[in-house]
């Protein structure tokens, strides 16, 4: 089963309970304007990917290859997606549980992470 599919809908569950509990409909979105919200999607889009290649760089630079170059970018912006879509700062670990299922030790995947 692609679990992806069951994933990002869950992902959007806090999103809606922040945006209900605080009164925020469509229309305060639609205020800020499209040109401008999507600049801002298209911004934050661009640094998660530039933080996933950063991630696989210092990764490769220090462990040597132990993954491929696009899994450990994905890896990285994924575990950023989790942190900035759940109440609480979760996501490191995430990274830490990867690097440690492919060989890396604790300690070192801890520090990269």
């Not at 089963?1 to 979105?29: C, G, H, S, Y």
């Not at 040109?35 to 630079?61: C, N, R, T, W």
């Amino acid at each position: 089963m692609n679990w992806r599919i069951i994933a990002i809908p869950a992902t959007l569950i806090p999103i809606f309970i922040i945006a209900i509990q605080f009164d925020i409909k469509f229309e305060d979105v639609l205020a800020i304007g499209v040109i401008p919200f999507m600049l801002a999607v298209v911004a934050m889009m661009i640094k998660l990917g530039l933080q996933g290649i950063k991630f696989a760089y210092i990764s490769h630079k220090y462990l040597g290859k132990f993954d491929s170059f696009w899994k450990l970018t994905g890896v990285r912006i994924g575990s950023e997606f989790i942190k900035f879509t759940t109440p609480m700062f979760v996501g490191a670990e995430f990274v830490v549980i990867y690097i440690y299922t492919k060989g890396v030790t604790p300690s070192k995947s801890t520090w990269i992470a």
